[in-house]
């Protein structure tokens, strides 16, 4: 079987941060899948084939990546960020799993990217540096119910939170809820980062307090850090810098 599966990480946005490891899958590969505006990150070249679909598709789109593997071309599938990290290559192992089971005998390679909630961490200096949690606040594929619990839960147990999917044009409440679920549970001077568009030429980091936070901070492109009690900032000419220690009492 001379095909091949490779499901990257495509990094946040910037060349600069996408790994020689997922360079060199892209290219020796013959044929790229994926949601069209990360499809249209991987520059067209003789012999390539870019496959893009809409947002939606996911299960559709790793059956095609799978069944073209098995024709014998070498695929990759590219999510942004890291793929594991909501995003493809839990679509490629729920399709394996459920369908064909000569997609079994595939060589199939997961290779990581520099996740949304890493690279925002970055650039707001080490918010995330102690005990932290990450939620996708998209109440697509769960309940909203759930997204609540798991958001009082995480501020009692005082985690540092990352915030993927926090608000879109379809899901206008989400967020706006969320922050008066926060209200209810931290104290109004907790640290709120909102990092819009990371590694790109719209890049904007916002840092304030939970008090002052609104919805409209947020949208699509938009990574939102909550600090645990922990978090601090750094005052000093420039942007402050965010970080929460690595002990706790
Ligand atoms: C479907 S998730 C994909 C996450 C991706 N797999 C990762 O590891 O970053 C899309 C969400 O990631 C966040 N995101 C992706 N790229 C971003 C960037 N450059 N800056 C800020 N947030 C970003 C936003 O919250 C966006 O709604």
Not at 7 to 24: K, R
Not at 52 to 59: C, T, V, Y
Not at 124 to 150: M, T
Request: net charge negative; glycine share 6%; proline share 6%.
């Amino acid at each position: 079987m001379s095909g091949w599966l490779k499901i990257v990480g495509l990094g946040p946005g910037a060349d600069a941060m996408i790994t020689p490891e997922v360079t060199a899958a892209l290219s020796d590969a013959t044929d790229v899948v994926g949601y069209v505006p990360y499809v249209n990150r991987v520059a067209p070249r003789d012999g390539l084939t870019r496959h893009g679909s809409d947002n939606r598709e996911e299960i559709r789109r790793a059956e095609q990546a799978l069944q073209l593997a098995l024709e014998g071309h070498r695929v990759v599938v590219v999510s942004s960020g890291d793929p594991g990290v909501f995003a493809m290559a839990s679509a490629v192992f729920e399709a394996l799993e459920a369908g064909d089971a000569v997609w079994r005998a595939l060589d199939i390679q997961v290779m990581p990217g520099i996740s949304a909630m890493l690279a925002a961490s970055a650039r707001a200096g080490a918010p995330l540096g102690h005990d932290f949690c990450c939620i996708n606040l998209s109440d697509n594929l769960k309940p909203w119910a759930l997204i609540e619990k798991r958001l009082r839960l995480a501020a009692e147990a005082d985690f540092a939170m990352a915030f993927y999917n926090p608000r879109s044009k379809s899901r206008p409440v989400g967020f706006e809820r969320t922050l008066e679920v926060l209200r209810e549970a931290c104290e109004p001077e907790r640290l709120i980062i909102f990092a819009r568009a990371v590694s790109t030429p719209d890049e904007s980091i916002r840092v304030t307090a939970l008090k002052d936070a609104t919805p409209e901070m947020a949208d699509m492109r938009t990574l939102v850090i909550v600090g645990s009690r922990q978090t601090r900032l750094i005052e000093r000419d420039g942007e402050p810098l965010v970080y929460t220690p690595r002990s706790a009492l």
